[in-house]
């Protein structure tokens, strides 16, 4: 199984770009609305256990927080490999240096494209080290901030979008064309324009390449769903589609 997990995908602009193989066979929006607020490492990590975390993780030490493989669908797969999922195998130094230049646009200390630059510079690294990883385990998870990280300071920015956008719609497309594997696209929460900058939404993003039969799903129903693929009767005999949209 694949799992692309793209931080911040936003469905409206997935269909406004027509980012087919970002939508696959079935797509839709998740509800989390059960959370109080639509925080990044708190909506991955009840992803990946199945549990609303949220009263577990601490604002203060949220990006430190981390899951053992038990407490994850990952306990599912003989293999896996997780790179740079936060809550459980996020590249510290890597996120550590786009908060910092964040914080630095905006006591103007820094420009927007100090920030931009390093965001692509730590996507294209996620990009090698995640198909490299392709077909060596029976579940490859990789986690992609750039539609978030980007959004937050130009959401608002069309032609910008436009150019995070086609770069996460080619990444999809290079993995479905490349394996007949189940794979899931998911987003923790969406993103909507303030100004020029950008703020999380409570709606995330998910499709996969075979009948999964969802409707508005919690993002702490993927957990099952996962197991049950992992251990091979999901939902069921539905084979995934493979091949570019
Ligand atoms: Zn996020």
Known sequence: MIILALDGLELGMVRKFRCRNLMQLEHGQTDISEFKLPRTVVLWASFLSG????????????????????????????????????????????????????????????????????VWRNHEENKKDFFEALGRFDLVMGYFDLADAI??????????????????????????????????????????????????TRNGFYSANWRVGLSLPRITDFHDLIGGVAVGDESSQNKPRSGRA
């Open 51 to 118: 549990r609303n975390l949220e009263e577990e993780i601490p604002v203060e030490t949220q990006w430190g927080f981390r899951l053992r493989p038990e407490e994850t669908f990952f306990r599912f797969f003989g293999s896996y490999v997780a790179l740079d999922v936060p809550a459980f195998s996020l590249k510290d130094a890597n996120h550590a240096e786009e908060r910092r230049l964040l914080k630095a646009y905006f006591d103007d200390e820094a420009e927007v494209e100090d920030y931009d630059a390093v």
């Open 151 to 200: 959004g937050h300071l130009s959401f608002g920015i069309p032609r910008k979008m436009e150019t995070v956008y086609d770069e996460l719609e080619r990444l999809a497309g290079e993995v479905s064309s490349s394996t007949d594997d189940h794979l899931l696209v998911i987003s923790d929460h969406g993103m909507k324009a303030v100004g020029r900058y950008g703020d999380h």
